[in-house]
């Protein structure tokens, strides 16, 4: 398998093939287990590969404790000012719903996975047989999570929107202590919405070079761009959150996708991975003649047997059955060896032997 790839249940994504495209739920769902379900439906119609939960309890994230360091800090958040406990509280997806949440997407044919946030996640995910773990941006420096979710044998995604290049160090070091599979990067910025000026693609490359691993996406942006460009770099997964619409006043709504924003997102990021192709020069179809609709020298008006070749009575036009235009000051000044009519593809037979091809 391609060294940028990523193989799920039996399918590939990256390295030559389309991304894995994922629908993220998040805390979207609004505490109702009725609009998760059509959240899974909404991905599979706009054409994703996967649908992703988040793991967690409120206590399992952080203390019910209202001192200051527990509440969101930054006046530019969407959640500034919360307090933490009460964010998860109503952002997190209640376990119970897992199971029916993934079958049903299972049904649709897409994969289902999830962010897992503790060992008691981790756990809970290995018994729904889940085909990877996801670690978040924020757990990248809790190791001793990554060394046991790396121990499940399950492949893990890592984001790296927080991390430094000693944390993905370590992290991918915990991972083969533990005896885990290859994981993939994702280069994440940790801004929601994001802004695309602040993507820096670039480092999904940096970052496959440095470490030797699959790279991918996962992006808070508005809007496609940000991810078309990661597939045009070579990304094998592309992660973005979904809702039912941005009018609703679900935690992550403000940077969300819509459906029909998911479906235009996943059909132009498969075009601009099947654009990528191969390096191939010269025609795509092999029966094509690729002279037939090229420039090459033609009589433009009637010339005697004798008379001198020029600018005046050569012109270089499409088709390409003449001489090609690289032969045109060779033969300015030469003597036609027969009369030429009109519209005669010129050929070295119809020029006297001085000045035949060298």
């Given at each position: 398998?391609?060294?940028?790839?990523?193989?799920?249940?039996?399918?590939?994504?990256?390295?030559?093939?389309?991304?894995?495209?994922?629908?993220?739920?998040?805390?979207?769902?609004?505490?109702?287990?009725?609009?998760?379900?059509?959240?899974?439906?909404?991905?599979?119609?706009?054409?994703?590969?996967?649908?992703?939960?988040?793991?967690?309890?409120?206590?399992?994230?952080?203390?019910?404790?209202?001192?200051?360091?527990?509440?969101?800090?930054?006046?530019?958040?969407?959640?500034?000012?919360?307090?933490?406990?009460?964010?998860?509280?109503?952002?997190?997806?209640?376990w119970?719903?897992?199971?029916p949440?993934?079958?049903?997407?299972?049904?649709?044919?897409?994969?289902?996975?999830?962010?897992?946030?503790?060992?008691?996640?981790?756990?809970?995910?290995?018994?729904?047989?889940?085909p990877?773990?996801?670690?978040?941006?924020?757990?990248?420096?809790?190791?001793?999570?990554?060394?046991?979710?790396?121990?499940?044998?399950?492949t893990?995604?890592i984001?790296t929107?927080?991390?430094?290049?000693?944390?993905?160090e370590?992290?991918?070091?915990?991972?083969?202590?533990?005896?885990?599979?290859?994981?993939?990067?994702?280069?994440?910025?940790?801004?929601?919405?994001?802004?695309?000026?602040?993507?820096?693609?670039?480092?999904?490359?940096?970052?496959?070079?440095?470490?030797?691993?699959?790279?991918?996406?996962?992006?808070?942006?508005?809007?496609?761009?940000?991810a078309?460009?990661?597939?045009?770099?070579g990304?094998?997964?592309?992660?973005?959150?979904?809702?039912?619409?941005?009018?609703?006043?679900?935690?992550?709504?403000?940077?969300?996708?819509?459906?029909?924003?998911?479906?235009?997102?996943?059909?132009?990021?498969?075009?601009?991975?099947?654009?990528?192709?191969?390096?191939?020069?010269?025609?795509?179809?092999?029966t094509?003649?690729?002279?037939?609709?090229r420039?090459?020298?033609?009589?433009?008006?009637?010339?005697?047997?004798?008379e001198?070749?020029?600018?005046?009575?050569l012109?270089?036009?499409?088709?390409?059955?003449?001489?090609?235009?690289?032969?045109?000051?060779?033969?300015?000044?030469?003597?036609?060896?027969?009369?030429?009519?009109?519209?005669?593809?010129?050929?070295?037979?119809?020029?006297?032997?001085?000045?035949?091809?060298?």
């Amino acid at each position: 398998m391609n060294q940028n790839a990523i193989s799920l249940s039996g399918r590939v994504f990256g390295g030559g093939s389309p991304p894995l495209i994922i629908a993220e739920l998040s805390g979207n769902h609004g505490q109702s287990l009725e609009t998760a379900l059509k959240l899974v439906e909404r991905a599979a119609d706009a054409g994703a590969d996967a649908i992703k939960l988040q793991t967690y309890t409120a206590g399992t994230m952080t203390l019910n404790c209202d001192r200051d360091e527990f509440r969101i800090s930054d006046p530019e958040s969407l959640w500034y000012g919360r307090n933490l406990y009460e964010l998860y509280e109503e952002a997190h997806t209640p376990w119970h719903w897992h199971e029916p949440l993934f079958e049903r997407a299972q049904e649709l044919g897409m994969l289902a996975f999830s962010s897992a946030f503790d060992r008691s996640a981790v756990d809970f995910l290995d018994k729904l047989n889940v085909p990877c773990i996801k670690i978040a941006s924020f757990e990248v420096n809790d190791l001793p999570l990554i060394q046991h979710a790396a121990s499940t044998g399950r492949t893990l995604i890592i984001s790296t929107g927080m991390a430094s290049i000693e944390d993905i160090e370590l992290a991918l070091r915990a991972v083969e202590q533990a005896g885990g599979a290859v994981p993939v990067l994702l280069k994440c910025t940790s801004h929601y919405p994001a802004d695309a000026r602040h993507a820096n693609l670039n480092t999904m490359l940096d970052m496959r070079s440095r470490f030797d691993v699959p790279i991918g996406l996962s992006d808070h942006s508005l809007g496609i761009g940000v991810a078309v460009a990661a597939t045009a770099l070579g990304c094998c997964v592309i992660e973005k959150h979904l809702v039912l619409s941005r009018k609703s006043e679900t935690v992550d709504a403000a940077f969300s996708m819509e459906p029909a924003e998911l479906r235009v997102l996943t059909e132009e990021c498969r075009r601009a991975s099947l654009g990528l192709g191969e390096v191939q020069y010269g025609p795509v179809d092999p029966t094509m003649d690729p002279y037939e609709h090229r420039r090459s020298i033609y009589v433009a008006k009637d010339i005697a047997a004798g008379e001198r070749l020029t600018e005046s009575n050569l012109k270089v036009i499409r088709p390409g059955h003449g001489l090609p235009p690289r032969h045109l000051t060779e033969v300015l000044g030469a003597t036609a060896r027969r009369a030429l009519p009109f519209g005669t593809a010129l050929s070295w037979e119809d020029i006297e032997s001085e000045c035949d091809s060298t």
